[in-house]
């Protein structure tokens, strides 16, 4: 029963021609009513089937040939009007025209009738189309968009589909191709029109549209170019169709992270899926952004074991939640006699080393924390993997390890240091160097959508500010393919593309919440130890792997008993700074 009653175009249709025809009896009745001032003699009736008959069908066949029945009921515009005015005067002109050439049939006919039921048919046609639409917005029941679809193809008519069966909160009423093929423009899907994309800004105007769907897979510059171009319109509601597994197709919003993540096109799926299937894996830090997205990706790429390891109960329990399957180990990875225990009975087969201090303010107020956890747990998970025998350890670390100005930056250089020129014996070290994650717990992207949402203003600290980003998935991914390819003692690099200016980003996500006007960007000066402009490399020195989104830095030679004896110095100063300045003769201060 409830299939019977969903709405369909055909049903429109149909409803709409029937009302046609019972108006238009109303309505020439009370035509003849008016003219003899409703006392109307018997003989003028004899012709009042005939005109009735062939007015009718030309009024449903002029009104079908203006797109009348295709017209969505609750988003009838001033266009759908003026077609309805159209149909009207091209019926009345053809029975104009039958009359004049076959008047005899019609004897007698008052033809002041026919004028006034123009009017009439006018008025109550034209309002059964618009009183859906005036009754829902006169008492503010609608929630759904007028939407314009940006894109042909099979999605499209899902879409239409969706909306028709009331499945989403959006009404197709246009369609605008990205393409120069007749064959699409000025047809129709699912009885809504397909527009050349050069009409954008007319149909958008025409037909009050507040919102977009975009259906085609666009680069990110043309994406960019399209959304800055809808936005200009008005459009701030932007919504994409992607595919889930595949094979799903799922409506969600238009992202900040959409615009301006790097997408590598150099994955190897396969050879991840080789180096981590069936093995044991150890993650540390495997509740942080990074770490529970690693653990994610190792379960997908077919780990026989994860053995996650946080000192954070919370971000245990919620990567817990999404691997039930995988071991949870609450420490710290500063406790060296309990990491020795576990790695003893555990056996890990790889280690991947995402623990850290990362939030730069916060490092630079608790230098002593910082070290503790970046240096001490950093040598601790090498010194007991090396010891163990785990055949691979990656570590992971950033962009602020070059030419650091801020302690977080300089404990990572050690670990790099480390890392690199420790005898790593049966184990193959490898560290991963990347900049910014999209979306990640310590991004600006949550703290500027909290910002805006609150109306305000967005805090930047520079206006010329810039960091690399990347999707926290494809550089999860990139991290695992480099391992794979590591032969031990190397320093890799990952391409994150062009930086891009925080303010840009900023203003990219006000407009995307249509905010422009409301919200400000205010500037707040730079943080102790905060950078205007991060590296990926110490020099112009390195090696091109076989995949253009890795590389391979130039290594720096530390004798490893020196560095040790500076480790333990370090460690113990009560100068964290010049301690760390003696290791790291590039880490310079910006207080």
Not at 390 to 419: C, F, H, Q, W
Request: aromatic share 10%; net charge negative.
């Amino acid at each position: 029963m409830k299939e019977w009653l969903r709405p369909t175009s055909f049903k429109r249709a149909l409803f709409f021609m029937l009302s046609d025809i019972l108006l238009s009896l109303i309505t020439l009745y009370l035509a003849y009513e008016l003219r003899f001032n409703f006392h109307i003699e018997a003989r003028f009736f004899s012709s009042f089937g005939l005109v009735f008959g062939i007015l009718t069908l030309f009024k449903i066949l002029s009104l079908y040939l203006f797109r009348s029945y295709a017209v969505i009921w609750r988003f009838f515009s001033f266009a759908d009007a003026k077609n309805i005015i159209k149909a009207h005067l091209f019926a009345y002109g053809l029975f104009t025209l039958a009359y004049v050439l076959f008047s005899e049939s019609f004897t007698p006919f008052p033809r002041s009738v026919i004028v006034i039921d123009f009017f009439l048919s006018l008025i109550f046609i034209g309002s059964l189309r618009a009183s859906k639409r005036v009754l829902t917005e006169g008492h503010g029941s609608s929630h759904v968009k007028p939407t314009l679809i940006v894109g042909v193809n099979s999605k499209t008519a899902t879409m239409i589909q969706s909306a028709f069966k009331n499945e989403i909160d959006y009404y197709p009423i246009a369609i605008v191709s990205l393409t120069q093929k007749e064959s699409s423009t000025h047809a129709y899907i699912n009885n809504v029109k397909v527009y050349d994309f050069q009409e954008l800004k007319s149909v958008i105007d025409e037909k009050g549209i507040r919102s977009a769907i975009i259906t085609e897979t666009l680069t990110q510059k043309a994406l960019k170019a399209l959304v800055d171009q809808l936005n200009a319109l008005g459009i701030y509601e932007i919504k994409q169709v992607k595919l889930l597994g595949g094979e799903h197709e799922k409506l969600e919003d238009l992202s900040i992270e959409d615009l301006l993540a790097r997408h590598p096109k150099d994955l190897d799926i396969e050879l991840i899926s080789t180096f981590i299937k069936d093995k044991s894996v150890l993650i540390t830090g495997a509740g942080g952004s990074i770490g529970s997205e690693i653990s994610r990706q190792c379960q997908y790429f077919g780990a026989s074991s994860l053995i996650l390891v946080d000192n954070s109960e919370f971000n245990l329990y919620q990567i817990g939640e999404q691997i039930p399957e995988a071991t949870l180990k609450l420490l710290n990875v500063t406790e060296r006699k309990s990491l020795d225990g576990l790695f003893a009975e555990l056996r890990p087969d790889i280690v991947i080393h995402a623990a850290a201090y990362k939030h730069v303010p916060i490092c630079e107020e608790n230098k002593e924390a910082a070290v503790l956890n970046n240096v001490l747990g950093t040598k601790n998970v090498v010194d007991i993997s090396i010891a163990s025998e785990v055949s691979k350890l990656v570590i992971i670390s950033t962009d602020k390890a070059v030419r650091p100005t801020n302690v977080m930056g300089a404990t990572k250089r050690v670990t790099e240091l480390y890392a690199n020129n420790i005898e790593s014996k049966a184990t193959e070290i490898v560290s991963v160097r990347f900049g910014n994650v999209l979306g990640s717990s310590g991004s600006v992207i949550p703290k500027f959508k909290q910002q805006i949402e609150s109306g305000g203003p967005v805090t930047v600290t520079h206006p010329e500010i810039t960091r690399y980003f990347m999707l926290i998935p494809e550089a999860c991914q990139l991290v695992l393919q480099t391992a794979a390819i590591a032969k031990g003692g190397e320093l890799f690099i990952l391409d994150m593309g062009e930086p891009i200016k925080i303010v840009d980003l900023a203003k990219q996500m006000i407009r995307l919440y249509g905010k422009e006007r409301e919200v400000s960007i205010e500037f707040t000066g730079l943080r102790p130890g905060e950078k205007l402009y991060e590296e990926l490399f110490l020099d112009e020195s390195e090696e091109q792997t076989k995949y253009s989104s890795i590389f391979i830095a130039k290594s720096t030679v530390y004798d490893i008993e020196s560095l040790s004896d500076d480790i333990e110095s370090l460690l113990k100063s009560e100068n964290k700074v010049e301690a760390l300045q003696k290791i790291v003769p590039e880490f310079v201060r910006k207080d």
